[in-house]
C-alpha cells in the first residue's frame, strides 16, 4: 500500500454537556484527525490527545508536533505491506502513544478497506454487538446523579460508572447502591488519591462495586498492589497502563485485577491487542474505556471491544449522550437491551460527514510527498 497522502485536522467539538472528573471540567473536546489516503482509498483515525495535559502529559500540540515532525515523515511515500511495517519504522519515537495511535487507526482502516473487510475482523472481533456502559461526570449533588443514572439506565446502558474525587465520593456511592441495589456499578478516581486514603476504598468494599478505577498515582503500579491487597473489589488500573510491559508488571505484582484498555493510552490497537491476549491467558478481564472520542474513533472502539476478552461493559456510549451531530454516518446508537452494534461494513464500517468535520475543523494541514 503506498501511502500518498496524509492530512491532520485539529478538531474541537462542543460536549452536550460539561464532564466534571478529578482533573477539572471539560466543556469541548479537542483531537487530532488524521486522514491516510492511498491507492484510492482513505483511511481514517483519531488521536484521543486532549487539548490540555491533564489526563496525560500529550496534549493537541504535542501530538501534532511528533506526527508532522517524525510521524508522518517516516511513513509518507513508502510502500508498506502491512501495519507492523509502519510501527517498526517509528519504533525509535519514544512515548507519545497517542500521537502513534492516531496514525495506526488511520492505517488499519486503510488496510482493512484494502482487504474489503470490517475493522473488527480484521482486528479479530467475534461478536457483531458489543455490551456498552455509561461514564458520569461529577455531579453537583446526588440528587442530581440519580436523576442522571434514571436516564441512562432508561437507554438501555448496562452499568454505571460515576467519577470521584475526595469529597464528593462514597456519599454518591452510597445514595446510588440505595437507589439502585442491583446495577453493575463501578467508579473511576483519575489518580485522586494516595494509598493514605486506604479507610475510604475499604468503606467501598460493601458496596459490591464491580471494580475502583485507578485511585492512585497515574503512573504507579507498586502501591496499587498494596492497595489491591487490602480490598475484595478489584482495582482496574487506566492511566498507569501504557504497553504490554506495564500490563505484565501490574498483573504480577497483583496492582489490579481488571485492565482498562484505551488504544490511544498504549499507542493504537496492535498493542492493545498484544495487551487483550495477555490479559485472556491470564484469566483478566479487560474492558475498552473510552477518551469522548468523535464518530472516528468511537468506531475503532468499537471494533476493538468486539475482541473475546472485552467481557465487561465498555465506556462506549452513543454519539448523543456527548455530541449534537457527531461527525460519522450513521451516528451510534445503544440498543434497548445495552448493545451497540458492530459496523460490518469494510474498515470503521461509517461514512465521514465531511461537512460535519469541515464544521468543526480549527486546523488543517496536507503533507504529500
Ligand atoms: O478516565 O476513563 C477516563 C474521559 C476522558 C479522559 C479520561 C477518562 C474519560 C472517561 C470518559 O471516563 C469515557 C467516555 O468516553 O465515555
Ligand atoms: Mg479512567
Known amino acids: 500500500m503506498k501511502l500518498e497522502k496524509i492530512e491532520l485536522r485539529h478538531i474541537k467539538m462542543e460536549l452536550v454537556s460539561p464532564f466534571t472528573t478529578s482533573m477539572g471540567t471539560e466543556y469541548d473536546e479537542e483531537h487530532i484527525i488524521v486522514r491516510v489516503d492511498g ?12 487539548g490540555t495535559p491533564f489526563y496525560s502529559y500529550e496534549t493537541v500540540t504535542t501530538a501534532w508536533h511528533i506526527l508532522s515532525e517524525f510521524l508522518i515523515p517516516a511513513i509518507l511515500g513508502k510502500n508498506i505491506l502491512n501495519i507492523d511495517e509502519a510501527i517498526a519504522l517509528n519504533a525509535k519515537v519514544r512515548g507519545h502513544m497517542m500521537a502513534k495511535a492516531g496514525l ?12 474489503n473487510i470490517s475493522l473488527s475482523k480484521m482486528l479479530g472481533g467475534t461478536r457483531n454487538k458489543i455490551d456498552v456502559g455509561v461514564s458520569i461526570g461529577i455531579q453537583p449533588s446526588a440528587a442530581e446523579l440519580i436523576r442522571k443514572v434514571e436516564g441512562y439506565l432508561a437507554d438501555g446502558y448496562k452499568r454505571i460508572k460515576i467519577k470521584i474525587s475526595p469529597g464528593n465520593d462514597i456519599q454518591f456511592v452510597s445514595a446510588l447502591r440505595n437507589q439502585f441495589a442491583d446495577i453493575l ?17 475499604k468503606q467501598m468494599d460493601d458496596y459490591n462495586l464491580l471494580l475502583i478505577e485507578q485511585p492512585l498515582g497515574y503512573e ?51 498493542e492493545s491487542k498484544l495487551i487483550h491476549d495477555y490479559c485472556a491467558s491470564k484469566n483478566i478481564p479487560v474492558w475498552h474505556g473510552g477518551m469522548l472520542e468523535s464518530g472516528i474513533g468511537r468506531a475503532g472502539n468499537v471494533a476493538l471491544a468486539s475482541l473475546p476478552n472485552f467481557t ?12 449534537k451531530q457527531d461527525i460519522v454516518e450513521p451516528e451510534f446508537i445503544v440498543n434497548k437491551d445495552g448493545t451497540m452494534n458492530v459496523p460490518s461494513l469494510p474498515g470503521i464500517g461509517v461514512e465521514v460527514n465531511l461537512k460535519m468535520l469541515e464544521k468543526v475543523t480549527v486546523k488543517k494541514e496536507l503533507f504529500c510527498k
Open 104 to 115: 495506526e487507526a488511520a492505517l488499519w482502516d486503510l488496510f482493512a478497506k484494502s482487504k
Open 39 to 50: 491507492e484510492g482509498l482513505t483511511g481514517w483515525g483519531e488521536s484521543v490527545a486532549e
Open 312 to 323: 465487561l461493559p465498555g465506556d462506549i456510549s452513543a454519539s448523543k449522550r456527548y455530541y
Open 185 to 201: 456499578l463501578q467508579v473511576d478516581a483519575n489518580s485522586a488519591y494516595e494509598l493514605k486514603d486506604i479507610d475510604l476504598f
Open 220 to 270: 504507579d503500579i507498586y502501591d496499587h498492589s498494596k492497595l489491591q491487597r487490602e480490598l475484595k473489589t478489584p482495582l482496574c488500573l487506566d492511566e498507569s497502563i501504557h504497553s504490554i510491559d506495564d500490563t505484565r508488571a501490574a498483573i504480577e505484582l497483583g496492582s489490579c485485577r481488571v485492565i482498562n484498555i484505551k488504544p490511544g493510552r498504549v499507542g493504537g490497537f496492535t
